[in-house]
């Protein structure tokens, strides 16, 4: 898949601009989005998605755009777990809700950032080393089960560990308020520059974010090798967290199978990039650093069934595991 540069560009700008449309629309009128708000802008990002994927297969080829589609609905699928961490961080922060969506959209677009030098880090990794795919695919399998043993890492309830690095270390350098602002970001006391909690729970969030990045950025170049592709999956599944945070508010504590789920999507993927790892093996202690034919080669339409079918399978179990438990 040969993108050409100008292609890179005006995705970039693309992005940067409905982000900053977004920004510009809510940063002018904090409030608190009603459903029906929330809904529309979410059905505009998913279907900006779903327009893109099938112009991905217009323009390059149908295969492609299924890596897309695969990486998307990943990507989007281990939000959820981002939206878990959001709430515990914008609840240990007070932030009042009024303006909890500029908090969201400014650390996505952080967030954002920092993931899109990952991704440039990872595809330069691929590239020079066949050998990553097996520490991807094993770190995916060890996350899959930490998943499973439900000891993923978030961030603790304690002062020392509750906060992400970033943010101690912005408190240790700048003066800070204990208390909001409104959206300001920074403010005068006593004739001196202060940050007000504002700018730390959207650093927060941001940094948070790269944690998970480190599962979902492995996890989607077990579906394609294709930077572009990534990025572009990565961006669409960003813009549209926000929306699913405040839509899904009350149904993230019902989804009570959603972290088996994921450690089974994660462990596919993670099984599926150690075979991929075997085809083009060049280590020479494994094989004689020859190609392993035997390991299976899975086509990313079993991929993408398994991942929709995974999900749509412990959607449903946990919505009628916490209709029975709230009958009882």
């Known amino acids: 898949m040969d993108v050409p540069l100008w292609v890179w560009g005006a995705s970039v700008v693309g992005v940067v601009a409905l982000i900053a449309f977004d920004m510009v629309v809510h940063v002018r009128s904090p409030h608190v989005p009603t459903m029906g708000e929330t809904a529309r802008w979410l059905g505009f990002y998913v279907s900006l998605a779903a327009v893109f994927g099938v112009a991905m297969g217009l323009v390059w080829s149908w295969p492609h755009a299924g890596e897309y589609f695969a990486g998307y609905i990943t990507e989007e699928s281990l939000s959820f777990d981002n939206m878990f961490v959001f709430l515990l961080i914008i609840t240990r922060f007070a932030v009042p809700r009024v303006e ?50 439900g000891k993923k890492d978030k961030p603790a309830d304690d002062d020392a560990a509750g906060d992400p690095w ?37 650093v927060a969030i941001g940094s948070v974010d790269v944690l998970f990045a480190l599962d979902s950025i492995p996890a989607i170049f077990g579906l394609t090798k294709e930077a572009y592709i990534v990025f572009m999956a990565n961006a669409f599944a960003l813009m549209g967290l926000r929306q699913l945070y405040f839509l899904l508010d009350g149904l993230l504590g019902r989804l009570v199978y959603l972290h088996i789920g994921l450690a089974v999507i994660l462990a596919f993927i993670g099984v599926k990039l150690i075979a991929e790892a075997l085809h083009t093996n060049e280590l020479p202690f494994l094989g004689g650093g020859r190609p392993i034919e035997w390991a299976p080669e899975i086509p990313i339409p079993v991929s993408l069934g398994v991942i929709l079918g995974t999900l749509a399978v412990v959607t449903v179990a946990s919505l009628v595991k916490t209709r029975r438990s709230g009958a009882r």
């Open 100 to 149: 909890q969506s500029t908090v969201l959209l400014v650390g996505i677009a952080i967030a954002l950032a920092l993931r899109a030098a990952l991704i440039i880090a990872g595809a330069a990794a691929i590239s020079a080393f066949s050998w990553v795919f097996f520490l991807f695919g094993g770190f995916l399998l060890y996350t899959a089960a930490t998943l499973v043993r």
């Open 166 to 202: 970033l943010v101690r270390l912005v408190r240790r350098l700048v003066p800070t308020t204990g208390e909001f602002h409104g959206g300001r970001l920074t403010v005068v006391v006593d004739g001196r520059r202060h940050v007000t909690p504002m700018l730390l729970v959207m």
